[in-house]
């Protein structure tokens, strides 16, 4: 299996920055697609930034601007810069990664999921 583990989430002043981080381990073949999605209480998981294999990018309307997704393929680690933070922008974030392992089985892996607190 593959698991996923997040860091980097915190709270922070608007207009303040984070950076988020999701490593991957386990015996990976191949990273397809990546992604951060993000969740408040009460409401379904929404997507904010994802990245695929050919370093295509997209963003939520919301994000575009602020945030930017990358991917470190050596490391199997994808990261999210949040600038610009915004009292909206408040809400647990979870990574997402699908790709193969060991070495063809298929996986569509979650973070724990980090919280970001924006206000002042």
């Known amino acids: 299996q593959v698991q996923l583990v997040e860091s980097g989430g915190g709270s922070v002043q608007p207009g303040g920055s984070l950076r988020l981080s999701c490593a991957a381990s386990?015996?990976?073949?191949?990273?397809?697609?990546t992604g951060w999605y993000r969740e408040t209480p009460g409401n379904q998981r929404d997507l904010v930034a994802t990245?695929?294999?050919?370093?295509?990018?997209n963003y939520a309307d919301s994000v575009k601007g602020r945030f930017t997704i990358s991917r470190d393929n050596a490391k199997n680690t994808v990261y999210l810069q949040m600038n610009s933070l915004k009292p909206d922008d408040t809400a647990v974030y979870y990574c997402n990664m699908k790709g193969s392992y060991n070495p063809w089985r298929s996986f569509d892996s979650w973070g724990q999921g980090t919280q970001v607190n924006v206000s002042s």
């Open positions: 990245i695929d294999s050919r370093g295509t990018t």
């Open positions: 386990g015996s990976i073949s191949r990273v397809e697609s």
